[in-house]
């Protein structure tokens, strides 16, 4: 299987503690991006690297939230003190550049993982 | 600052019937692109189809179709002859084409009754 993966799909955890997420991109995807989705809403852009280059980071990436791409190839979300607040689930996306060839179709589409699912009590 | 918007938070249709989801959108920008998720039930999010906003003419893939109206800042979803696989939550989405960060609104939830 060449998608992308997530581990863990689970994580419950207490209030307070840290937690941390793997994301493996398709291999040949330059592009990684996180993103966060409460119950019932869209996704929303955390932060998205190219490489192991962190380009944007939203606002909503407290300084709890930590991300990291130390090869470029897969990528770690670490949550520090969570809070109850923090129970969502976390997408992670990966595509190559956007960007057209000549005369051919547009690039760039993301492809994304099942999810990690965090709870905390 | 760019926003999209889903009216409708849940529509259901009997199988094998026509349903159109809609979706506005705001932006200053005149290069994007906008895109249709699915999102079945404890599955991954799936790219269903995309816009390229400089294209007049609308997207088609199989059964799903758009009708996108730039003016309006208005990209609805057709679904043809609905199948029960298609029950799932719908996105509409925007991207810059200066970085492609996709911009999502809030969902809608399609049923499709046998």
């Known amino acids: 299987d060449t998608g992308v993966s997530q581990d863990p799909r689970h994580k419950i955890t207490k209030r307070g503690q840290n937690v941390t997420f793997r994301c493996d991109p398709i291999?040949?995807?330059?592009?990684l991006y996180w993103y966060r989705q409460t119950l019932g809403q869209g996704p929303e852009f955390l932060t998205y690297f190219q490489n192991e280059a962190q380009l944007e980071k939203s606002r909503l990436l407290s300084d709890r939230f930590s991300a990291e791409r130390p090869k470029g190839s897969f990528s770690t979300l670490e949550i520090q003190r969570t809070e109850q607040g923090d129970s969502a689930m976390y997408l992670c996306?990966?595509?190559?550049?956007?960007?057209?060839?000549?005369?051919?179709?547009?690039?760039?589409?993301?492809?994304f993982g099942p999810g990690t699912r965090l709870t905390v009590l | 600052a760019q926003t999209v918007t889903q009216s409708q938070p849940e529509m259901s249709v009997q199988e094998a019937e026509t349903v159109t989801l809609s979706c506005t959108y705001d932006t200053s920008e005149n290069n994007y692109y906008l895109f249709w998720y699915k999102q079945p039930p404890s599955r991954q999010m799936i790219l269903v189809i995309r816009?390229?906003?400089?294209k007049q003419q609308n997207a088609t893939e199989n059964r799903f179709s758009v009708n996108f109206q730039k003016a309006a800042k208005s990209f609805s979803l057709k679904i043809s002859d609905s199948q029960l696989g298609d029950t799932a939550m719908y996105f509409c989405?925007?991207?810059?084409?200066?970085?492609?960060?996709?911009?999502w609104g809030a969902g809608t939830k399609l049923i499709i009754k046998p």
């Open positions: 989405a925007f991207a810059l084409d200066s970085n492609y960060q996709l911009i």
């Open positions: 816009q390229e906003a400089y």
């Open positions: 996306a990966s595509s190559s550049p956007p960007g057209r060839l000549a005369g051919g179709p547009p690039k760039g589409e993301q492809f």
């Open positions: 291999s040949e995807h330059n592009r």
